[in-house]
Nanobody, 121 residues
């Protein structure tokens, strides 16, 4: 499985961005987004099952971020609204071959390169 994330950029606080992650189309069990801010550990943001029947969000993302997938284009999206400066980080998409939704990065088998999101105050 090859993953390629893009769509990051610079946005003012309160603004929106949509990140995209193109995958090779190989069926996996779960697709997720993580983020890594300077000086912090990489953290879970959002995940969904491949079939789209279950989604799970970190508390920091609930109500502001939405994960979705377009099966036709094999693309996973992360719509981010009401962005805050503390959302500034490199965002990574990840995929898990087997199992349920997980929030630990070691549970994921495939990773895309990061795309930088910077939120100015």
């Amino acid at each position: 499985v090859q993953l390629q994330a893009f769509g990051g950029g610079l946005v003012q606080a309160g603004g929106s961005l949509r990140l995209s992650c193109a995958d090779s189309g190989r069926i996996v069990s779960v697709v997720s987004w993580f983020r890594h801010a300077p000086g912090k550990q990489r953290e879970f943001v959002a995940a969904m099952t491949w079939r789209g029947d279950r989604k799970f969000y970190a508390d920091s993302a609930k109500g502001r971020f939405t994960i979705s997938r377009d099966n036709r284009s094999n693309t996973v999206y992360l719509q981010m609204n009401s962005l805050k400066p503390e959302d500034t980080a490199a965002y990574y998409c990840a995929a898990r071959r087997w199992g349920a939704i997980a929030t630990t990065e070691s549970d994921y088998d495939y990773w895309g390169q990061g795309t930088q999101v910077t939120v100015s105050s």
